[in-house]
């Protein structure tokens, strides 16, 4: 025990995925460094905020938060607070300028410096910092706390070379940097040792995976690899590129039988014209051709997307061609925003930007397009019987209705009637279940489910709620166990600042 055992943290997470996953990892640091989660409704001893800087008005919202809790530090002796994540390294010291009693400002490239900041500015009784211009160390080696015992996501790369005009990402994560095959599969094995059964390989641009290792079908061995790992049923990943998604990432997704029927493809815009001004390399008609061999590889494919709408210069035209995608693609659903300038990128000082009114008219004919076409598409699944992965908070009104929640293998969100007789399925396990009705955003089954598969996943769901949270460690790159705490729902499927 170090004289941090009885001090307590919390980690409050904003925007992306990405950002999510570093903060399993930042959680993994303190309690490796001998803090341990506050308790829910208690006031931490360390408050982190792991910032996104892509939101509009991100940085008011930070100052706001930070503002609530100065009385608080002040009434409490020994209090820190931490400011990282990417408007960190946008902002660096003037966090500290306008907040004052912030103790620490840490970067993007060095998450694995924090506790080590904390305790600096501790002793020295001072502000601490530093924010790295490029990675200090691939932050998979980092230890990490995993929220889900069934779940997880593996990060396969870092950065993006590609420069999208609305985009501030590669500006504050840096050029691409690939993660070696070897590692990323280890910790994978190293996962399913310990119960998971899921896995999301993560990275701001997933299928440029391979380009720093000089290897462009690098992704494509690794789906396969992944199919070779046993125990592992159920591969995902997020976020891909249309620019780089090759023939052999499509054969490999088919013929690998634990990669998931599933695809987030970021269309941004249907037209040429504004795929230009928002240096998207792709094209219209490069979209909907890699959609039509999607599906004709794989039927079921449930395809999803982003959509910006309001880009500058975007006409009605643009709009039209953006609908006319979204006809024809039928996404399962859509991650739909308005363009709002994000400071710092080239977009922000384009003319042409489209009045206020103008975005949310054409924003919501799109969300009505799509509605129409996600609940027609839900509407074919009726009938189908999936196994879903039951979940863990997925399902709101669960307690109401006495259903359980999970995801089909296409991530389609199913609630449904537990089965008659027997134990109810635990998250982590499976159920066999009919679709009976479909709305736009889920689907039920509203007879008892049919067969329940106990699994590795649900019995190591079982011990992280029956046995005390285990002592901090040094596992490099490896889940603790403790107690879950609710993952907070990303803001974007993509992973891609683009939200
Ligand atoms: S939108 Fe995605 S692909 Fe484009 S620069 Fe940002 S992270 Fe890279």
């Not at 001090?7 to 925007?15: A, D, L, N, P, S």
């Not at 009385?71 to 907040?99: H, N, S, Y």
Request: glycine share 8%.
């Amino acid at each position: 025990m170090n004289e941090h055992s009885e001090r307590t943290y919390e980690v409050r997470t904003h925007g992306c995925q990405m950002n999510v996953h570093d903060s399993e990892r930042l959680a993994g640091l303190l309690e490796g460094a001998g803090y341990r989660r506050a308790p829910k409704g208690e006031q931490a001893d360390v408050v982190v905020f792991n910032t996104c800087a892509v939101r509009e008005n991100a940085d008011n919202k930070l100052y706001g938060n930070l503002g609530q809790l100065a009385p608080k530090k002040a009434a409490r002796p020994g209090m820190q607070i931490a400011v990282g994540g990417c408007l960190a390294q946008k902002d660096r010291d003037t966090i500290v300028r306008r907040a004052p009693w912030v103790d620490v400002v840490f970067g993007t490239h060095n998450i694995g410096s924090l506790p080590t900041l904390l305790e600096r500015a501790r002793v020295q009784q001072e502000a601490q910092v530093e924010i790295l211009e490029s990675l200090e160390r691939f932050p998979s080696t980092l230890p990490t706390r995993r929220e889900s015992a069934y779940a997880a996501w593996v990060s396969i790369s870092v950065g993006c070379n590609n420069t999208c005009t609305f985009c501030i990402v590669p500006a504050l994560r840096g050029k691409e940097k690939d993660r070696r095959p070897g590692d990323i599969l280890a910790e994978i094995e190293a996962l399913v040792a310990e119960g998971v059964i899921e896995i999301t390989l993560l990275g701001q641009n997933v299928n440029a995976y391979g380009s720093d290792i000089g290897d462009r079908e690098a992704f494509s061995k690794l789906l396969r690899a992944c199919g070779a790992i046993e125990g592992l049923e159920r591969v995902r990943f997020t976020s891909p590129h249309p620019r780089d998604f090759t023939d052999d990432v499509i054969a490999a997704m088919a013929e690998t039988p634990n990669v998931m029927p599933q695809l987030h493809m970021p269309l941004q815009s249907g037209s040429d014209t504004i795929l230009k001004a928002m240096r998207r390399s792709y094209r219209q008609e490069r979209y909907l051709g890699i959609i039509e061999k999607v599906r004709a590889a794989m039927p079921h494919a449930a395809i999803s997307t982003d959509i910006i709408v309001g880009f500058p210069g975007e006409t009605e035209e643009d709009f039209e061609q953006t609908l006319h995608v979204v006809r024809e693609a039928r996404f399962a659903n859509a991650f739909t925003f308005q363009y709002s300038k994000r400071p710092g990128t080239p977009a922000a000082e384009m003319d042409g930007q489209v009045p206020k009114a103008v975005v949310q008219e054409r924003y919501d004919r799109l969300i009505a397009l799509q509605e129409e076409i996600s609940w027609e598409e839900n509407i074919k699944q009726v009938g189908r019987t999936v196994e879903v992965l039951v979940a863990e908070g997925e399902g709101r009104k669960d307690d109401q209705t006495a259903r359980l929640s999970g995801r089909a293998p296409d991530n389609r969100l199913v609630h449904f009637a537990p089965p008659a007789t027997g134990p109810a399925p635990r998250p982590g396990d499976t159920a066999t279940v009919t679709i009976s009705y479909a709305a736009p955003h889920h689907l039920l089954a509203e007879a008892p489910a049919a067969g329940v598969r106990r699994t590795r996943a649900g019995d190591a769901w079982e011990r992280r709620n029956t046995t005390p949270p285990a002592q901090p460690g040094v596992m490099l790159g490896m889940p603790s166990i403790g107690a879950p705490a609710p993952t907070p729902a990303p803001a974007s499927a993509s992973g891609c600042g683009c939200d």
